[in-house]
């Protein structure tokens, strides 16, 4: 037996080899040396980014064929690595001044990381499986590190059960097809389905998978848990669920519709043309009730799965292209504005509700700048990133004739823009009862002006993230 | 004539035990009924050929899952009469879901058949069952063609024990504890105080 090509999986293996020993080092040097133990977790991300394109960008397959090195894999992972990297720095100044610094959290961020790649590269159910499982348990972990908190635990607890039986749901998709197909690799089931005379056992496993998927990336109907905890969770720890992990659960929903069922492809796609408009109409009506900005930044997340997932309604290289540009960009929005609500404070004490932006315009005038670039950026208007993550999806859409797909997304984006508007409107128009604390932290402004001046630019510069999330998306239809 | 024999002494130990589980009065018997039944399952595993599985149930079954029981009928104090409560009333019922579960595995088994496709991918990895032994022939393909979801799986519990101990681990101050080097650093200039009591003064 020859041994496996290691090197595919060299990010993979730093990152899990640096958090054990990060582990190790905070067993032996306790609670103080959390920030510098955060630190180096950053730098670990930082390094495995740079491993990730070294690793490979031709498609490869080791282990097995249970791992693959792709350019979409690589496209995906260095979206994760951001976004998790990005939520790491703001942790490290919200851990200090809530006093909550244990060191398992950057280890836990970490192993969690970790997890989304190994789904990234997933080329087996059971690989599929062991990475999902791997990310979510670290991740209901972080929702109730609050312990202390009511609110915090409900989060976790809630995370947890809803969770489980979501992957519960997806093992048991993956039984049936095991069971019809007799494999649970990806090449070996595309090659099987290729054969046709598809039996019906596959296609309701399909759909259990799907399933289980769809509530990874809070996808209507399975979203319910979302807002709950959204909000119950710590304010970093709900950065970090808006992003990577959906990321990597959209990464992977692509690489199983897209590969092993790509023949089955009229079947998966009413499903997804249904969950993708629920969540549009549940992500844009849901959120204009809401008072509490993290409540609020769920429902515009749900609203967000939906327009992405139009990109994988579509089924072909531009959509999926639309998907990965759309990601990009929703990852930059999403950090930025959560790094303003971490900024929120009053009086040392963390605020949440809309009515506490009141007067940020005087108080802090670039911070409110940000925010608004933010806003109108997630409401899609024209120069910001926003609007452009929006016209490649919906001209996919309208290229490959959904066109009631693309009018009922331009629809709820119009609705949606109510509830981004009315944050602008509160920062710039109503006055404050109380004002928020002076005095952000450099870590958080860095993050606000990098993540807001992104967005502006992209209108200007946009060929660098087409054109990669084009080669990523070429990458996935060209084997 | 011997293995049929030690299979039904096996087999019937296995039933007989699995009814008392369900029927003794006392939890502490009911779970000791079950470790006896699980040992009996094992020796029918062993006398199947497949002496992994009878390793684990032994290991993994009685070891920890049968004493973990005991543990938790001995420590909580339930009271098992009242859960035993209007067992009759409802033994209609379950006998009734008892028989469709029953003709349903009997269906089921009846009308077994294998994708077309799934012996040949399942058998190219196995090695000659007729050369090695199945644990041997386990252990070859986890740490070769399973090696990655092997070392992934130590992943995933190493997560499950980080946040047990981060979620549940309380450092406590002022709880006293025995420090055994602390103790045998004590010298007599540490501990004890020689005074000059006064007559009738008292300190």
Redesign the interface.
Known sequence: ?EL?NFSL?LPEIFI?LSA?AL?VLGAFRKQEATQGIAILAIITMVVAALLVPAAGGNRAET??G??VVDGFAVFSKLLVLVASSLCLVMSINWLVKEKLE?F?YP??VL?AT?GML?MISANNL??LY??L??QS??L??LA??Q?DSGRATEA?LKYFVLGSLASGMLLYGSSLIY?????T?FD?LAK?LAHGGI?VGVIVGLVFVMAGLAFKISAVPFHMWTPDVYEGAPTPITAFFAVAPKIAAFSLLVRVMVGPFGELTAQWQQVVIFVSVASMLAGSFGAIAQNNIKRLMAYSSIGHVGYGLIGLAVGDQVGIRGLLIYLAIYLFMNVGTFAIILAMRQKGRLMEGIDDLAGMSKTHPMMAAAMAIFMFSMAGVPPMAGFWGKFYVFMAAVDKGFIALAIIGVLTSVVSAYYYLRIIKVMYFDEPKEALDRGVSGSLSFIMGVNALLILVFTFVPSPLVSSAGAAAASLFGG | MIQALVFYVFAAITVASGVMVISARNPVHAVLFLILAFFNAAGLFLLAGAEFLAMVLVVVYVGAVAVLFLFVVMMLDINFIKLREGFLQYLPIGGLVGLILLAELALVFGSWS?????????AT?VPDLHVVTNTDALGRLLF??????FQ??G??L???M??T???TLRSRPGVKKQNIARQNARTKETSVELRKVPTRGGI
């Open positions: 037996m496996p999986a899990a054990m582990l282990f097995g249970m791992f244990r398992e280890v836990l192993l970790l190994m059971i690989s062991l990475g499982e791997l348990l670290a209901y972990v109730a590190y312990r976790g069971g019809f197909a007799g494999t690799g070996d099987v039996p | 294998f994708a077309p496709h799934a012996a040949l991918s399942v990895h070769t063609h399973y090696f990655y979801l992934v799986a992943l995933v190493l997560v499950a980080i946040g101990i981060l979620l």
